[in-house]
């Protein structure tokens, strides 16, 4: 629910536009997430919820402010090594990035959001289908007066 007030609806996403810079020629226009009228049903069958888009920058603190109010200890600039799972939960070995001590911590679950190419993923064997990395993305806010 929270998500949904700051995120962008799916009829608001329609296009993609492509240009020469950002106040420069438009090269053209594609509709996409869904926006095409012979792709929405595609879409609409495809999950029981609309499309919407909420970038990293307005997503996290969401989901970092959920997990927190529930206990969670949020850790930032903390790269992860490896794991060892047991019956009980997971060991996972990690390092501070700004001091370098590498340590360990003991949790119920371990969550690999690091994208399909995933140290964590990888670790745990897990499969993935399709063809993984075929692009990269960069989240990029700024204000810009054009």
């Known amino acids: 629910a929270e998500a949904e007030q700051h995120a962008t609806r799916q009829e608001l996403m329609g296009e993609n536009t492509y240009c020469t ?58 790269e992860y090594l490896d794991h060892e799972q047991d019956d009980k939960g997971v060991t996972v070995s990690v390092r501070d990035r700004l001091t370098g001590e590498t340590y360990n911590i003991r949790c119920k679950y371990l969550i690999g959001a690091d994208g399909a190419n995933s140290k ?27």
């Open 21 to 78: 810079s950002l106040a420069g020629e438009e090269l053209g226009r594609v509709k996409t997430w869904g926006n095409h009228p012979r792709r929405r049903t595609d879409f609409e069958l495809a999950s029981p919820t609309k499309m919407c888009d909420l970038p990293q920058h307005l997503l996290e603190p969401i989901f970092i402010n959920a997990a927190a109010k529930r206990g969670t200890k949020v850790r930032f600039d903390t």
């Open 120 to 146: 964590v993923v990888a670790d745990a064997g897990l499969p993935l289908e399709g063809k993984m990395g075929v692009s990269g993305a960069i989240n990029v806010h700024f204000d810009a007066d054009l």
